[in-house]
């Protein structure tokens, strides 16, 4: 056993030593060269628990605040102009069931695959308080997520979307609206078309 590996031993075995320890990683504990990767203006608000920083992107114009993310073995991306109030929480894994074994002992390393998937949250998204988002969560582009809500599978862009588990409620916009919303902030390659959009409607089956 390293030095290292001595200390942080230590640290473990010691209650005021980790609570030392937990209180300086979450308000002070948060290198920006440690991220995946992180852009310009973007507010961390502590107190923040983000574990393995590395599998965390976010990509400009980002707040997070008083948010819980755990990254362990899959991606958090939280693409521009997208924001979360207070109390988001996110897990990007599961814990694994094997037979004959308890959960808790399970270790990362043998867990079957598909327990750990990306969450990710597109551009200009508005994240309401207290929300949640479980392993393999999309968040579509231009969606508004109620305060509360317990997302569990991917949402349609454009959508107001609430509930536990959440679900889209009602589109933001007509189909017009949207393109013409997408004219003026996105390159042409990156915009939605209208058989897109008009497919994505039919298939989402709301009202707008």
Known sequence: MNIKQKLFKKIQENVFLRGLLFFYRTYFGFSRKKFGYIGDNVTLNPPLTLLNT???????????DNAVVLATNAKFIMKKYSVATQGLKVATGNHAMIIGRNFIEITEAEKPKGFDKDVVVEEDVWIGMNVVLLSGAVIGRGSTVAAGSVVTKSLPPYCVAGGVPAKPIKFKWTIDEILEHERILYPEEERFTREQLEIIFAETKLKH
Not at 54 to 64: A, D, F, P, S, V
């Open 54 to 64: 590395r599998n965390i992107y976010l990509y400009g114009n980002n707040k997070l």
